[in-house]
């Protein structure tokens, strides 16, 4: 059966599609609207091509889970092959063997002749990554996950701007917590305006949400006396309030948001497996499933090391040896691997011999993290792939 190269050039509101035969012969050329009527033309389409050339068609994409969705996904539950394509790839290819120009219909032409060459480059270059249906409680945890990140850097932003402020009218006030502490932010959001505090009690402020009497008792007499700039404090009070109240929706929404991902990851056999390493529990397994989604798309482990952002990779040239990071790696799993090593060196004791190991050669904290955290790949690995919990080598001994 004769393969026929198709190539999507993805956008906000439409894509452009173009499929070509091995003779480079363009079959197909149109652009399709980001509706799901236009989609389902689509696919009534593409078969009628496939039946006319008596072929089958393979899509090269640029780029996964973004605007592509859910046109990638309908192509793969119709039977269609689709391969992810790197856009830094892409965009050597089109320098090389492309015209200076672009637009939307010449990127879809580029993708759809690189796709052609997918047989003559080594698997090993990763140029064409085949995309995958992921299981659905996968994505949902991805989903939900990078959501959940979405809002931790929103949050980390607004604390940001709330503490130049504070700086600039009332420094003193950090005495009391920073600008992710409840109490803190509690209290800001109910006196924004510094000019009141000569005149709280300790009865207003065991009305304040999170201050007991024991913080109350303590903090009053201090507020009372607090320092500030007295002619910027009627302007940034409405400033200190909208920051405050920002925060505290935004903390609420991720620890709903926590909630969420341990009911969806405790559905799912791969997070069980992960729990069952000593201090890891259901959000950083949930976390990190989300993101790696079907372990079957790594054939080694070195791969996932590389997706993680843990393992370095060589940057060689002439007499020059030396190795340098992961730029493209994937965020969210790096930290929750960080994340996972930190809770491991707590319960498990050849993490911690490790991580001591690394200490005494003359590594930082976070750098031993990482090698730990490079080594728990490892780990995690084969636990994914061989489908079994957790095993100390000395248990694995009692069994055999």
């Given amino acids: 059966m004769k393969e026929l190269h198709g190539g999507i050039d993805i956008g906000s509101e439409s894509h452009h599609v173009i499929i070509m035969d091995d003779d480079s012969k363009v079959l197909l050329d149109r652009k399709i609207s980001h509706k799901f009527s236009e989609f389902d033309e689509a696919i009534v389409e593409f078969k009628g091509i496939e039946e006319r050339q008596q072929g089958k068609i393979t899509f090269a994409i640029e780029g996964k889970n973004g605007y592509g969705a859910p046109f990638d996904r309908i192509l793969i539950d119709n039977g269609f092959k689709l391969y992810n394509v790197d856009n830094l790839k892409l965009r050597r290819f089109r320098d090389v063997f492309g015209a200076e120009w672009r637009n939307d219909q010449r990127d879809a032409k580029m993708l759809a002749k690189m796709l052609k060459l997918r047989n003559h480059v080594d698997a090993e270059e990763k140029a064409f990554i085949a995309v995958e249906k992921t299981p659905t409680v996968h994505e949902k945890l991805r989903i939900l996950s990078r959501h959940q990140q979405s809002l931790i850097d929103d949050k980390v932003r607004i604390e940001n701007r709330l503490k130049k402020r504070l700086l600039e009218v009332c420094p003193d006030i950090f005495k009391y917590g920073d600008t992710d502490s409840k109490k803190l932010l509690h209290l800001l959001k109910r006196y924004p305006n510094f000019r009141m505090y000569k005149k709280i009690t300790m009865g207003a402020l065991l009305k304040i949400e999170t201050i007991g009497k024991q913080t109350a008792v303590s903090i009053t007499e201090g507020l009372q006396n607090i320092r500030y700039v007295e002619e910027l404090a009627d302007i940034y009070k409405s400033l200190i309030s909208s920051y405050c109240c920002r925060i505290l929706d935004l903390k609420e929404e991720i620890e709903l948001l926590d909630k969420e991902l341990e009911e969806t990851g405790a559905k799912s056999l791969e997070v069980k497996r992960l729990i069952s390493i000593k201090g890891i529990r259901t959000k950083l397994s949930s976390r990190l499933i989300g993101e790696i989604g079907d372990i079957g798309r790594f054939d080694k482990e070195s791969q996932l090391a590389v997706y993680c952002g843990v ?71 084969r636990m994914l792939k061989e489908d079994r919990d957790y095993i100390v080598k000395e248990e694995m001994k009692k069994v055999a």
């Fill in 311 to 381: 393992a370095c990779i060589d940057d060689d040239s002439g007499k020059s040896k030396k190795t340098k990071a992961v730029y493209k790696a994937n965020q969210i799993c790096k930290s929750t691997m960080i994340a996972i090593a930190g809770c491991t060196i707590r319960y498990i004791p050849e993490s911690k011999a490790y991580y001591q190991k690394k200490k005494t050669e003359g590594k930082s904290h976070n750098q031993a993290l990482r090698c730990l955290a490079r080594q728990l790949i490892k780990v995690i690995f």
